[in-house]
């Protein structure tokens, strides 16, 4: 495996580590199998060196993600802030994985931010805007797990990566790239899979919790945002999904339900990219994902106060559904120079026209 890094960062982030006894390890919020992966398997990997480790998250770990082991010992910011903030506060040390920008952690944002202690960055966003002593920021890695493991092996770690710190690095593997389907060319990542396999990482565990496990209403209200919700426009190549409130009341909607909802319509032949909108009680949340290196990131950045991956992006919108909706239908034209100059038919099935396309 290639190091990636200098040696000088290597230094530096060995020596915190060592002068530190006490670690808080922190992601974004909404976190995701990356952003709980790479935060547990690190805080494992600490706790298995001696080190009073914590993980501090700004919301919920989602239902999904619960089989992991040591989740339970999470510290979520909106359930229980005062032991957040004094994990935070007594921490020497404090490591941010999976995000570049503090707005990305909410409400925890204000509390890592002004915290006094040394910090570190391990990201695979592009643009890191995050002060700190030492920033690992590597866009091209699949997933922030690939990147924390090359650290640990980089640092001469490896013999602490027991079966826990395994299966959780693996999960931010295995769900950042869609169960190796995207940003899965690099050799080496097979490379990481394996030593985590060998470390006894449970990946069965992983595919059947963090990717397959569902309920009955999620998955009615998955079938249903595809039936009735969504709207090809063929002019874009783009395929929207919007769920309202109302929607999501009707499945008795739970954070995570729609999860991987975004992917789906983009399988359709000759779509390049998807836009998914959710009306949460605090915003409309919005989701998007591409082919062809379509910048999908552009677009949240410009309309939705958001950012991400060329190809996997999100945003926030602040204004009703509809308001969401519109802002994106009037844009949308203006990313068409975006789309690859080739392209294949558009496969709307044997009629060669659904109900919802439009434009
Ligand atoms: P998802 O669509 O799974 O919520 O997010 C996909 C990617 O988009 C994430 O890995 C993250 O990089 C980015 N992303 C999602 N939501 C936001 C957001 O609200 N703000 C920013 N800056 N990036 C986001
Ligand atoms: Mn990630």
Redesign the pocket.
Known sequence: MKNLFKNESIRHFKSLVEKHDRIVLTC???P?G?AIGSTLGLCHLLRSMGKEANVVVPDRVPRSLMFLPGVKDIAVNTQYDPYCARLVNEAGLIIMC????A??QGDLAPLITEAGCDKVLIDH?RGPDIDCGVMFSYPEMSSTCELAFRLIAACGWYGYVDARSATCLLTGLIT?TQNFTVNCNSPEVYEIMMHLVEKEADKKRIIDEAVKATSYDALRLNSFALLERLTIFEKSRCALVVLSKEDLDRFNYLKGDT?GL?NQPLNIRGIVYSV?MREDPDCI?????SKFDFPV?DI??DL??????LM?????FYGTLEECRSVFIENMSKYDRHLPQRLDKLDLGRQGSVSSKQD
């Open positions: 974004h919020m909404r995701d990356d999976d995000f570049n920008t707005s990305r966003h950042d999860e975004v998914f949340k919005v989701s998007t994902r990131c949240c950045s939705f106060n958001g950012g991400g991956h996997a992006a999100g945003g926030e």
